[in-house]
């Protein structure tokens, strides 16, 4: 197998910094993924690169020899990156984010898509709640995310995807009536959702606030597979995208609430930072906005 690039780079940097830490921070990776590059780089050369003396990490011979030749490939890499960049500021790494529930349905589509583009990322994927992805996008630490009502700073630009569709989710163990229910209906029973802030702490307040109420029993997890599977399990009701639980809802281990009043439609976007605008960016929207719509996750016109 044939050393790659991003092998070698991680080879460079230690070598420049002195350290696995120090390049794995250089390179916006972990260490963990430093430390495989090398391991992959020395099985495709058959040489080891480096040698424990004492607490201290050093140089085999052997990689010292090596060092003018990687010096030189780095700065040739450099020239090609920067001619790159004047036409499309968004390199080979791509850092992007999303909330669980858009993660769930659409992040193994969205990249097949991607991969099928020839999109050619590192895709480093922060899944979270959007209040702390916007928070991420404003201060610059991923280039790409799909948001719920973001509000971000000035270097970000947004564009509606469109309304979310979500639902008042139960166990039939549970045997609540195929009737319209209402806030008061739902009083006795825990509810699972995120804690505060999030979109779903959110939708759950508005909803009971709507008839004056606030739940007597709530259970927080920031973790929406393990609501999902909690939901499920009949331990308690919840607000979730459908398309979370679409398997479920196939097989009837979950069934959509008939509630009221209608639940508040929170609007999904994509926000990407403005200094990374350029083709491939262009590309990303464009594969978000489609498999984003053709699932299952937003509301129908």
Known sequence: MKATLSQIEAFYWITRLGSFHAAAAQLNLTQPTISLRIRSLEESLGLRLFERVGRRTRLTDGATRLLPDVGNMMH?????????TLRDPLRGRLRMGAPASIA??????????????NA?????????????????????????????????????????????????????????????????????FRILTQAEPSNLMTLVMTWFGSAGLEPR???TCDSISVIARLTVAGEGIS??????????????????????????????????????SGPSMQLIASAIRDVVSKSNVLERA
């Open 239 to 276: 607000i979730l995208a459908p398309a979370v639980l679409a398997a479920e809802l196939r097989t009837k281990q979950v069934r959509i609430l008939n509630t009221v009043p209608a639940l508040v439609r929170p609007r999904l976007y994509i926000a990407y930072q403005i200094e990374k």
């Open 104 to 117: 769930l349905s659409c992040m193994a589509d969205l990249l097949a898509r991607l991969n099928k583009q």
């Open 76 to 84: 040739l890499a450099e020239q090609f990156w920067a001619k790159q």
């Open 120 to 188: 050619d990322f590192d895709v480093t994927l922060t899944i979270d709640k959007s209040t702390a992805l916007q928070r991420r996008l404003n201060d610059r630490e991923i280039d790409v995310a799909i948001v719920v009502e973001p509000d971000v700073k000035p270097h970000v630009r947004t564009t509606p995807l469109g309304m979310m569709k979500h639902a008042w989710v139960a166990s039939p163990r549970l045997d609540l009536p195929h009737r319209r229910i209402g806030p008061h209906d739902l009083m006795p």
């Open 217 to 219: 029993r709530i259970s």
